[in-house]
């Protein structure tokens, strides 16, 4: 028996949950050391590595945490919503406007950062139950029609002029007077609020002010950022970045419990065949609008948790294409798995959003690569044997590139793995092990 | 097949059915039942009813509304008019999970397991009453130990079912890698897991072969022996012939005749019908 076969001995032993914790380890720490290697290889500075290994981790958890939300709806029950940014939208704009300062421009009604989060999941949630309502009556087809429609209408509606600012309010019903208040979604130039990612600062800083004295976790961050030259910038942000991986772990915990349920059973059926299900006795009309508010709920929150943490909420960040690439990342990591969604979080975000950039950043560096005007340069100079104006009209162009990178990407797995990385696992919906042998490790129910 | 206990059914009004039923009524009761599509009138006033824990078989040629029947009364389709009684009480109309859950469940004329889920998964669907179908309790920790404790009780009985059904090696395939005639069982054996008064069969023995035809066929009458109603449409005159105790023939939407086997074969109507007389 060699090593590798003890190995996977061993591991065959453990419950799927620690299986999944060491596989998606393993992927992020493979991935993290070749970029390590490619960039010390090249002399990228260690702040830049660490610089680009926060981006991707910060990358990998938002599009985990969309993927997660949109695995709930498409992949268990398939309801195919190509609207997710209309959902993120709601939820980041309703937090903006609850949160931002009432003198601010446009304003905002002020209050916590809590209570916008909190308001932000609700009207998610809310527009996906109008949503829901008429929509899950039409076929699934014209289902992705009106969700991608409502999300244009949505990201429209925040750009139109009229509601730059406008008043809420101001009239009397019998002896309860509703007081005036200004509001606004600030149209095409966005709203200004307070910033999800002062969580870092109340983690790092005591009194969460950047800049004040830091806290014990604060002290240990810099303290190893300073030993390595690590900016505190990016101490701070990859902080953040930490925070999103524990509402990551909230996410797939919530949503495994769910998949390995009776709920989670009568979704997958209703992904099936729901008229099936319907003669079974399930109320399929009922789970259905339940689980597309929950789904909504949770895009509304990773909006607030991806968009509110910059400075500015504007229309611009939620374009249909954003709902094309958590799609990615989901058919990616597998569609119907939750850790596949997160896998095929960390996999687009490493290798097909931050790579690329990644690359570029080192040819730059390293080579003069200017790009010629027109391909037809770039090739003229290969036919004389010169490569780069080839390769800096390519990096030069990446971003366009990346569309055409992707779909190969796409392309090639549906060939060589038609389900995505993990979707070809059996992940059986019930609360408990159901073959008749109890397995001698524990099926999963205990783990809290 | 034991009666392992399921949990008390979610709504109260089944068991207050059960104490005021007759025994001596019909099951099933369909009356001057109408179904246009547009132009076309499937179903033209049928009428008929289904003896209590009998084998009743549904036949007539294509095209005779046999199967639009079997919508209407499941509520897959609302009739224009006429109406549905079950058990007493008036399912006109309803959805077809509220026809399911008073107790009348239908399998199709092609099987239509869940394929992508396991056949174990399939069956675990189908029980009533299950507390972990809502939501909160799936998810949150106290309420999802008793949601657990249920899933061990229903797992047993789905394993007792497909022993009953013979296809228990098959349990953690995927429905969809199973024959046909698997597919058949899987279907009729996820339906008595809904502990159904009466089931109806669309076609249950097309496309089965001849030793697994018999299989399923004294499944029926064992069935029927523990007190199962089953109305059945079937293309095969041997099968309705020889286990039907009563048989409705439907001919242009309506009800030709009705009978035992020998009132049937010597009904001139039927004949003239089935031979494609004039219309």
Redesign the interface.
């Given at each position: 028996m060699t090593a590798r076969d003890d190995v996977s001995e061993a591991l065959s032993r453990q419950p799927q949950w620690i299986r999944d914790v060491l596989l998606v380890g393993g992927i992020v720490l493979a991935t993290y050391a070749l970029f390590a290697v490619v960039g010390l290889a090249f002399g990228v500075g260690v702040n830049s590595i660490v610089g680009t290994f926060q981006q991707i981790t910060f990358f990998a958890a938002v599009y985990a945490l969309t993927a997660l939300a949109l695995n709930l709806h498409w992949g268990y029950t398939g309801l195919f919503n190509i609207g997710v940014a209309g959902f993120m939208a709601v939820g980041a704009y309703t937090m903006a406007m609850l949160t931002a300062a009432p003198d601010g421009s446009p304003p905002g009604l002020g209050l916590p950062l809590i209570v916008g989060v909190v308001g932000g999941m609700i009207a998610a949630a809310a527009v996906g139950f109008v949503a829901a309502l008429p929509a899950l009556r039409v076929r699934a087809d014209y289902f992705a029609i009106v969700t991608l429609g409502l999300s244009e209408i949505i990201r429209r509606a925040m750009l139109s002029r009229s509601l730059r600012s406008f008043e809420l309010g101001g009239y009397s019903i019998g002896s309860i007077t509703v007081p005036t208040v200004e509001l606004g979604t600030g149209g095409g130039s966005g709203i200004r609020a307070p910033s999800t990612d002062v969580i870092a600062n109340y983690l790092l800083f005591a009194g969460g002010e950047r800049g004040g004295d830091p806290t014990i976790l604060g002290d240990v961050l810099f303290g190893l950022g300073g030993a390595l030259g690590v900016t505190r910038s990016i101490m701070i942000q990859g902080t953040y970045t930490l925070v999103l991986i524990g509402f990551v772990v909230a996410f797939y915990v919530?949503l495994t419990?769910?998949a390995y349920?009776?709920?989670?059973?009568?979704l997958?059926?209703i992904?099936?065949?729901e008229?099936?299900?319907?003669?079974?006795?399930?109320?399929?009309n009922r789970?259905k609008i339940?689980?597309f508010m929950?789904g909504c709920a949770l895009m509304g929150l990773a909006g607030i948790l991806w968009q509110g943490s910059r400075t500015l909420v504007s229309p611009n960040n939620f374009m249909p294409i954003v709902t094309f690439y958590i799609f990615v990342a989901l058919i990616v990591g597998g569609s119907g798995s939750n850790t596949g969604s997160i896998v095929g979080g960390f996999v687009f975000a490493a290798f097909l959003w931050e790579g690329p950039r990644f690359i570029r950043s080192i040819a730059r560096a390293n080579f003069d690569v200017r790009a010629p005007p027109t391909i037809y340069d770039a090739f003229a100079s290969l036919g004389s044997f010169d490569p780069m104006p080839l390769v800096g009209y390519l990096i030069g162009s990446l971003d366009e590139i990346r569309f055409i990178f992707i779909g190969v990407v796409l392309i090639v797995l549906m060939i060589w793995r038609p389900d995505g990385l993990l979707g070809h696992r059996?992940e059986?919906?019930?609360?408990?092990d159901?073959?008749?042998r109890p397995a001698v490790t524990d099926g999963g129910?205990t783990d809290? | 097949m034991s009666d392992v206990e399921t949990e008390a059914p979610a709504d109260e009004q089944t068991t207050t059915e059960t104490e005021r039923r007759s025994t001596d009524a019909p099951i099933l009761e369909i009356r001057d039942l109408e179904k246009r599509f547009g132009g076309i009138v499937a179903v033209d006033g049928a009428s008929f009813g289904v003896e209590r824990g009998s084998i009743t078989g549904l036949i007539g040629p294509n095209g005779a509304g046999k199967s639009t029947t079997f919508n209407c009364i499941t509520g897959v389709h609302t009739p224009n008019a006429g109406s549905v009684v079950f058990d007493g009480e008036e399912i006109t109309g309803l959805e077809p999970h509220e026809v399911a859950n008073r107790g009348l469940v239908r399998t199709f004329q092609i099987a239509r397991e869940f394929p992508e889920m396991t056949v174990l998964e399939n069956m675990m669907l189908a029980p009533k009453g299950q507390l972990g179908e809502s939501l909160w309790r799936s998810v949150a920790p106290v309420a999802r130990g008793e949601v657990v404790e249920q899933e061990e009780r229903m797992r047993e009985r789905a394993w007792e079912t497909l022993e009953f059904f013979e296809i228990d090696h098959l349990a953690e395939e995927y429905a969809g890698n199973l024959s046909g005639g698997q597919r058949k069982l899987l279907e009729m054996a996820r339906a008595l897991l809904t502990d159904p008064e009466m089931l109806l069969l669309d076609e249950p023995m097309a496309g089965v072969n001849p030793s697994l035809e018999k299989k399923l066929l004294g499944h029926i009458h064992e069935l029927q022996a523990e007190g199962y109603t089953f109305l059945l449409v079937e293309h095969d005159m041997d099968v309705i012939m020889n286990h039907c105790e009563h048989i409705i023939v439907m001919h242009q939407g309506a009800v030709l005749a009705e009978g035992t086997a020998d009132d049937i074969t010597s009904n001139e109507e039927v004949i003239e019908a089935y031979l494609g007389g004039d219309v």
């Open positions: 919530l419990r769910i349920s009776p709920f989670g059973r009568v997958k059926a992904r099936e065949d008229l099936a299900a319907r003669s079974l006795g399930k109320n399929t789970t339940k689980v929950l059996k059986i919906a019930a609360a408990t159901l073959s008749r129910e809290e | -």
